[in-house]
């Protein structure tokens, strides 16, 4: 197939480009509008064409899905932090940018795989045996987790309104390489290498449900290809671990005292908890992830923003910076 994956110079994105091409015969184009998130860099040396271009503009959109097989539908705006200083550009991409997919995917009868997030449906409470499957009501919290839970309920809507071909995954929090430094785990890796003490909000006790990047790839590729048209799935690694764990990891994984952290100002409304009930991704397409070691793939992760400093050096003080401003 001749794929079409806006947001594929991002983070989640350029690591599903570089899974497509090293475990299938489908061919990329990448429509990404090369935000302050994206770097060019993630794509080097990769046979892919980058159409640099807004996936809200309903024009550059639609002449890319005419050339298309199948979309593969990552751009997003993602971070919360960033949607409580400044929602509006949430609302344009996250929900302009997937109205106009839906539209050229109907036009020109595109299936597409709409990619999205475990925060659509809140979140848990710490003692609740329960994890989020595909059945949990929606109750976003943020204006991110918002938008996110808006653009989901388009492509339903589209599927059974118009009969779009597409299928919807949520997942939960990714790591690995090439993510932006405004983010929990690589936030606190840079800092400890530049001597500046990690942040953790509030008592720290907030859970994540932690999957590499690469399994998060290897979930998409196995739904565009094999899941069910109209169907969701939920990927999940079962990763929960609360942010003390975390940050105690990479301090001593970094050779420094796990009590060497600060506790910072909270982040308004912020979850409390997010867990993955995987089921159905599992049993009905055979998908399972390769990262099952957390500290492994962290120990990793440390090592390649060691290795690739000159990367991320460029961000490091204008993102601490920003945080600064909220006591954060
Ligand atoms: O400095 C920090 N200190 C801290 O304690 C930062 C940046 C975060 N945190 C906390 C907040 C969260 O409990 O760490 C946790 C993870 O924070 P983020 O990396 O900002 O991720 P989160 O808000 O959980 O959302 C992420 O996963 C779901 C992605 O950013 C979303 O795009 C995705 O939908």
Redesign the pocket.
């Known amino acids: 197939m001749r794929l079409l994956v806006t947001g594929g110079a991002g983070f989640i994105g350029s690591n599903f480009v570089h899974h497509v091409l090293a475990h299938s015969d489908h061919t990329v184009t990448v429509l990404d509008k090369l935000t302050y998130a994206a770097s060019r860099e993630a794509l080097t040396g990769l046979p892919v064409e980058l159409v640099v271009g807004d996936v809200a503009d309903a024009e550059v959109v639609d002449d890319q899905v005419a050339r298309a097989d199948a979309v593969v539908h990552f751009a997003a705006e993602?971070?919360?932090?960033n949607s409580l200083t400044d929602p509006s550009p949430f609302i344009r991409t996250n929900l302009l940018g997937t109205f106009a997919i839906l539209e050229a995917v109907r036009k020109h009868d595109v299936r597409l795989h709409h990619v999205s997030?475990d925060?659509v449906y809140g979140d848990l409470a710490l003692d609740d045996p329960m994890r989020f499957t595909e059945d949990t009501p929606y109750a976003p919290s943020s204006p991110y987790s918002a938008s996110k839970a808006g653009s989901d309920h388009l492509v339903r809507a589209w599927v059974r309104s118009f009969g779009v071909r597409a299928t919807v995954s949520n997942c939960s929090?990714n790591y690995g390489p090439w993510q932006h430094i405004?983010?929990?785990i690589p936030?606190q890796i840079t800092n400890v290498i530049d001597g500046i003490r990690p942040?953790?909000?509030g008592d720290?006790l907030?859970v994540?449900d932690w999957i590499h990047a690469d399994d998060h790839s290897s979930a998409v590729l196995r739904i565009l290809e094999a899941g069910r048209v109209g169907e969701t799935y939920l990927i999940g690694a079962d990763g929960e671990k609360n942010?003390l764990e975390v940050v105690r990891m990479v301090l001593e994984l970094m050779g420094q005292p796990a009590d060497a952290f600060d506790q910072v100002t909270d982040?308004a409304g912020?979850d409390r908890r997010y867990a993955i009930e995987s089921g159905k991704l599992r049993a009905e397409l055979g998908w399972a992830p390769q990262f099952e070691d957390f500290e492994a793939g962290l120990a990793d992760t440390i090592a390649w923003y060691q290795a690739h400093e000159e990367w991320w050096r460029p961000h490091k003080s204008a993102t601490e910076a920003t945080y600064a401003l909220k006591g954060?």
């Not at 993602?78 to 932090?81: I, L, M």
Request: a positive charge.
């Open positions: 993602s971070h919360n932090d997030t925060e929090n405004e983010k929990f936030r942040k953790v909000y720290g907030n994540r942010n982040r912020h954060q």
